[in-house]
T-cell receptor, first 114, second 116 residues
């Protein structure tokens, strides 16, 4: 059972380039999330989805876009990367709303923007 | 506005000692308080969680104490072991201030080192 899988694991981008992070979960979860983790800042929610075809903004959505065309996949896009987007990105999923439901995290994607 | 405040930022405990990490929250709409454990290079994983209708929950060496009136909760690790060395995050679940579905709001994390 793979759980939550993120690709790529590492990426270096030049300022202004675009890229997409892919998240896949095999647990038939409705909710999916993208978080970023920065030193001393904890985990901050970028965007989330409560089901196929839905997306919503989280705490720090600026500069990112997402899509949930299939229930098992949640894509995070950076249209024009900036150095401030250098971070570790975590995808996560849960069966339903977080209250009372375990949120399962992927192993992270390390992104450096130079 | 930081909705979940976690302390200390780092903690060193001797093997066999008790590790205590504290969190305070502001939003009274929060209704679920999990703790996550993260090892280097890995994603966070759920350790233990509590709802506000109980004051304490214990699972093995890990205990959450919850004080609803003070809006505080803490993680206690009894008989701390070197394998417990990790970063610990408290979190709270409830409606985002902007409305919409629930989400998890995380504290900034505590880097715990258990010295052998």
């Amino acid at each position: 059972n793979a759980g939550v899988t993120q690709t790529p694991k590492f990426r270096v981008l030049k300022t202004g380039q675009s890229m997409t992070l892919l998240c896949a979960q095999d647990m038939n979860h409705e909710y999916m999330y993208w978080y970023r983790q920065d030193p001393g800042m904890g985990l901050r929610l970028i965007h989330y989805s409560v089901g196929e075809g839905t997306t919503a903004k989280g705490e720090v959505p600026d500069g990112y876009n997402v899509s949930r065309l299939k229930k098992q996949n949640f894509l995070l896009g950076l249209e024009s990367a900036a150095p401030s987007q250098t971070s570790v990105y975590f995808c996560a999923s849960s069966y339903s709303r977080p209250t009372g439901n375990t949120i399962y995290f992927g192993e992270g994607s390390w992104l450096t923007v130079v | 506005q930081q909705q979940v405040k976690q302390s200390p930022q780092s903690l060193i405990v001797q093997k066999g000692g008790i590790s205590i990490i504290n969190c305070a929250y502001e939003n009274t709409a929060f209704d679920y308080f999990p703790w996550y454990q993260q090892f280097p290079g890995k994603g966070p994983a759920l350790l233990i969680a509590i709802r506000p209708d109980v004051s304490e929950k214990k699972e093995g060496r890990f205990t959450i104490s919850f004080n609803k009136s003070a809006k505080q909760f803490s993680l206690h690790i009894m008989d701390s072991q070197p394998g417990d060395s990790a970063t610990y995050f408290c979190a709270a679940s409830g409606p985002y201030s902007g409305g919409g579905a629930d989400g998890l709001t995380f504290g900034k994390g505590t880097h715990l080192i258990i010295q052998p």
